[in-house]
């Protein structure tokens, strides 16, 4: 389940750029609970809170590997600087992203 909101007066709502010969468009905030687009690249401007609640998986992030299981909250700057997701089956999570904009007014 994804969950996209954008403000339609917000210059990023607006903006989109060509990439590979797709639109690629950045959001103000995302709630989804696929942790395998947690990296996206509308997400490149945004905060991501990420909570695991069954199973495990694992991703990179600046050149370090991160083991999550049940429970287990992640705070990541710039999502989209993630590499490598690999999932268990089971693996469930939810996660939440906000525009840094937003987050420091």
Same mark, same amino acid.
């Given at each position: 389940?994804n969950v996209?909101?954008?403000r339609?007066?917000?210059?990023?709502? &607006?903006s989109?750029e &060509?990439?590979k010969g &797709? #639109?690629?468009f950045k959001?103000?905030?995302? @709630?989804?609970t696929?942790f395998?687009? #947690?990296?996206?690249?509308?997400?490149s401007h945004?905060?991501m809170?990420?909570?695991?609640t069954?199973g495990?998986?694992?991703?990179v992030?600046?050149? &370090?590997?991160y083991?999550?299981v049940?429970?287990d909250?992640v705070?990541?700057? @710039?999502?989209a600087?993630?590499?490598n997701l690999?999932a268990?089956?089971e #693996? /469930?999570?939810?996660?939440?992203a906000a525009? @840094?904009k937003?987050? /420091?007014n």
């Open positions: 389940m996209l909101i954008k339609e007066n917000s210059k990023l709502a &607006r989109s &060509r990439e &797709r #639109m690629k959001v103000d905030f995302m @709630y989804s696929d395998l687009a #947690m990296n996206a690249p509308e997400l945004t905060c809170h990420l909570l695991c069954a495990e998986g694992s991703f992030f600046n050149e &370090r590997c083991h999550i049940k429970n909250l705070v990541i700057p @710039y999502p600087r993630v590499s690999a268990h089956a #693996m /469930q999570v939810e996660w939440f525009d @840094y937003f987050l /420091q």
